[in-house]
């Protein structure tokens, strides 16, 4: 199966093994913590609705509540909207030559790491807590001897799979690579 994806500067011959991006789980639960944000003032409303109208009374009451209630949703949705583009632009790359982490910060931030397969040392796949655990998420750390010393594959699904693919995919690469320099010497 031949994934697309865009790839910066993609090296020649360079195939995408695979592709990540975070649990789905992370999604819901920001989904669902927006969804409560947004019930609050439905309850706060139907609680201290008739409190509030009494306070207030007059008619400048009803203009001042749809407008904070306007802009509340407002900051709802672009919260959620910033949430979800965070959670989506996210991806770590597993190439035949390098490992890619794109990392979305806020809107408009972006981090690009790379580095190469040969410069993996060590790879570390951690799942821990409960919903981590039984949802089978976690962390992969790849150790590497370059300027980032540790990329890490955050709150991916199956991290063990991921880290045993990308230890077989570093392997390939190195015993390939060993395999051609013994043969130029």
């Known amino acids: 199966m031949m994934i697309k994806f865009f790839i910066p500067h993609r090296l020649e ?4 093994i695979m592709l990540t991006r975070r649990d789905p789980f992370i999604m819901l639960t ?3 913590s927006w969804v409560v944000v947004g019930i609050l003032p439905l309850l706060f409303y139907w609680l201290l609705g008739d ?3 009494s306070i207030f009374g007059g008619v400048t009451y ?3 509540l749809v407008l904070f209630t306007s802009l509340f949703y407002l900051y709802i949705w672009l919260f959620a909207f910033v949430s979800y583009v965070n959670y989506y632009l996210d991806v770590w790359i597993i190439t035949n030559q390098r490992i890619i982490d794109m990392e979305q ?3 408009f931030a972006r981090i ?4 190469r397969l040969d410069k993996i040392q060590d790879i570390t796949a951690e799942s821990k807590g409960f919903f981590p655990t039984v949802l089978n998420y976690g962390e992969v750390y790849a150790q590497t001897a370059g300027e980032k010393e540790r990329f890490v594959f955050k709150q991916v699904p199956e991290p063990y799979t991921i880290a045993k693919k990308l230890g077989d995919v570093v392997h390939d690469y190195k015993k390939a690579h060993l395999y051609t320099d013994n043969l130029r010497k």
């Open 13 to 16: 011959g360079e195939k995408i």
């Open 30 to 32: 920001r989904i669902a």
């Open 51 to 53: 409190t509030l109208q």
């Open 62 to 64: 009803q203009p001042i």
């Open 105 to 107: 910060r806020g809107l």
């Open 112 to 115: 690009v790491s790379e580095q």
